[in-house]
């Protein structure tokens, strides 16, 4: 039986400000408060809401046989408790009925992936904690920002513990493959596999309302008709996507939502399921292993990473970012690490490609590759300032990481030491009130034999007890 | 073809890019040009073009034999084309200030007398457009566009005239009335204008009140460096002082001032840059108080005027180089500083920003922005690098074939037109 699998993902950056390098050393608040609002804003009412609203009518209407997974990044779910808090009431309402699966992504939607790997635990962690917090529920299944995913990064998954992973179904790696079997990773056989189906995923996302291609109009039917015409043995189709594609990338005038809620009326009638990626990945099987030696994405037709660092300008925005990673992470300061996680964001590499894909891309209030990089090394100049800062250069990460903890041990014996000291300082003023207590009554004693001598004998025995 | 400069004896862009024309015309192939110079020197390149010494045009009668005129002209004209031009004189001149050949002086430069030198040049032109046999005439610039009336009222052949700058831009918008007048003039005679960018069509269009249709963009190019000056070695800066360059006539239309103050915002900052403003003008005083009143004076230079080699020198080390125009028409300069690769960073209000993209653009006035990009490219070596590697690649596909190939499209639109 053939089974759907839908995920979105949301997530939305911290825009960053135009940060001239003369604001370096003086200003270390680095956003755009006004753009942030506006967009995240705009895009929750004109794509979230509506999307949302028609996932929960379709739980509910096809009484949990419909099933979808988001995703959120940490600094998206930053965005929306400020500026949008209602998209996370509707997500846990969404929780609610238990159709729906969160899975793991690294908290700021970065590329530490591919370069540090303890950096991106860190991340991952973080963003798991926060979705548990909201939800309840503890990610199983890992997404990668981008859907980046390569065979060093599918062992770390599996490591954490991760059952399995979301990925693109790129030509290049699969192949005479069908992206529509469960995979598995060549170097960590219990991590699973989910590769995205391209096709199908954009023609949704990306064609829908494109009245020159040549299946338009696109209806429920017909596109549930593509899915069951498919194979008997392939059984998995994945369908990703952002869910700003639909009512940003695809406007709602498209009647994009009303195919939506079409299509598990049609699924149901042509016998084709719902499932959550966890449930694929606990009840089916992996054909194969499938090797991934260079780290692949969902962007561009390239589905590889040259979009982030495709110019040696992203590289060396990239090399340097990260070579504070480890200083980062060591120092663990609040505020530094907020605006590690901002700053991490690939839409900030994004930015700055110059790569001509056809598809001209929002940059934002950049009018150039070149104008992104420069406000962008203007800002990191700061921040590794405020990082370098934080403790002497000279010392290195390593042993900067050792004093660190012994300070730390040292502060914990101290605790210790602390607790230990205050509780024996309550006891010895326990004591010191029971002697004040018992000299009292000597002194009481005392008092009262004086005056008459002749029954001193009588009271004395009873101080004594 | 009407000219007022020709390589090598330059003063500005208009040499280089007539030149450019020229040869980007001649490579087509079956196209024979005559290019009529007011004072030509001799050494010019006559390959691409057959070249008229305005100078040694006969407007009144000489009797002068042959050996004389053979030791007066020189390389500059044949004593046969003196005498073939000489029938084809059409009025008395005599009462003009002829020399002994019955020719006009001309300084061939910008001189005080530069409307009677103009219109000297128109009467010259007659007595060409008679002698010779020709499909179109184009005419550079409005200093040579009553020439190129006088020869289409003469011939009746179609009229283009190229449009390398306008007043508008050399004044920043306060119109010198006669220069104007010769430019509508000019304009509205024509049958076909080029101009050198949409940024100068727009004004021909807008302020010279011209029908859109015949006007035209014709970018310009930038010829490949001789080997000479590509064998100039670049010294690497990697971790020393910078150099930023600045070059150009220091007058208005430049904006060199933008260019000190934003100077002044990187040299609060750091100091291990420093500033060069080559070229000379009427802001230059200015320009030296200025970054004096500022006190960046330790480190802003101003090395005067450059010409040949010594820009190119200049260029190559560079590591930056700026023009912050208030308004270019279009702006060769930063194509053969990309040539040098040097990083380039170019106001938007300049024609050649059309047409590149490997460079950064900022708005003239906004020095912030055009001091940021500066510190950037000094700090960053990536972004040097791309845009070192990335804009000659780009400025290399440039050419002046191409142009010469759109000319001649609209050369053919214009004569099939009539």
Known sequence: MKTICLYFEIHQIIHLKRYRFFDIGTDHYYYDDFENERSIADIAQRSYMPALNALLDMIKANDKYFKVAFSLSGVGIEQLEMHAPQVLDKLQELNETGCVEFLAEPYSHGLASLVNEDSFEVEVKKQCQKIKEYFGQTPKVLRNSSLIYNDDIGLKASQMGFKGMLTEGAKHVLGWKSPHYLYHCSMAPNLKLLLRDIRLSDDISLRFNNSEWDEYPLFADKYVAKIAALPQEEQVINIFMELSALGIAQPLSSNILEFLKAIPVCAKQAGITFSTPTEICTKMKSVAALEVPYALSWVDEERDVSCWLGNSMQREAFNKLYSVADRVRIANDLRINQDWDYLQASNNFRFMTTKNTGVTIDRGIYSSPFDAFTNYMNILGDFINRVNSLYPEEIGNEELNSLLTTIKNQGDEIRVKEKEIVRLQTKIAKIEAESDKLRAQLEKGERKAKPKKATVKKTAPKAEK | ?418
């Open chain 2, 1 to 418: 073809m009407f000219g007022w400069e020709y390589p090598p004896h330059i003063l500005g862009g208009l040499g280089t890019a007539s030149f450019g024309i020229t040869e980007g015309l001649h490579a087509q192939g079956d196209m024979e040009i005559t290019f009529c110079l007011p004072k030509p020197w001799g050494d010019e390149d006559k390959n691409a073009a057959n070249i008229v010494a305005m100078n040694c045009v006969p407007v009144a009668w000489r009797d002068v034999n042959y050996d004389y005129l053979k030791e007066r002209l020189g390389n500059v004209m044949s004593p046969e084309y003196y005498y073939e031009l000489r029938d084809n004189i059409y009025a008395d001149f005599n009462y003009m200030n002829l020399n002994d050949l019955g020719c006009v002086e001309f300084s061939g430069r910008y001189p005080e007398n530069l409307h009677e030198e103009i219109n000297n040049y128109s009467i010259v032109a007659g007595v060409v457009a008679r002698r010779e046999s020709y499909d179109i005439i184009h005419a550079h610039d409005w200093l040579t566009y009553p020439a190129g009336i006088h020869a289409k009222q003469v011939s009746g052949k179609p009229l283009c005239i190229h449009v390398h700058a306008t007043d508008f831009d050399r004044s920043r918008g306060k119109v010198n009335p006669t220069v104007y007048s010769i430019e509508k003039d000019g304009m509205d005679n024509a049958d076909c204008i080029m101009c050198v960018s949409e940024l100068t069509r727009q004004t021909v269009i807008k302020e010279y009140h011209q029908d859109p249709r015949k006007v035209y963009t014709v970018h310009n190019a930038v010829y490949p460096l001789a080997q000479e000056l590509q064998d100039i070695p670049r010294p690497n800066h990697n971790g020393k002082e910078k150099t930023v360059t600045f070059l150009g006539r220091i007058t208005m239309q430049k904006g060199p001032e933008y260019f000190v103050e934003a100077a002044t915002m990187v040299l609060h900052r750091t100091r291990n840059v420093r500033f060069c403003m080559a070229g000379s003008g009427d802001m230059m005083d200015q320009m030296i108080m200025l970054a004096a009143n500022r006190g960046i004076a330790d480190r802003f230079h101003f090395p005067g005027f450059m010409r040949g080699k010594q820009v190119y020198e200049c260029l190559k080390a560079s590591d930056v180089y700026v023009m912050p125009s208030v308004s270019e028409p279009f702006g060769i300069s930063p194509l053969e500083a990309m040539q040098c690769g040097t990083p380039t960073i170019i106001s938007k209000q300049s024609g050649c920003a059309e047409i590149l993209t490997n460079c950064i653009k900022v708005d003239y006035w906004d020095i912030h922005a055009l001091a940021d990009a500066i510190y950037s490219i000094c700090h960053n070596d990536s972004l040097f690098e791309y845009l070192q590697t990335e804009g000659k690649n780009e400025v290399d596909q440039i050419t002046w074939e191409k142009v010469g190939l759109w000319i001649r499209t609209l050369y053919e639109r214009t004569i099939n037109k009539k």
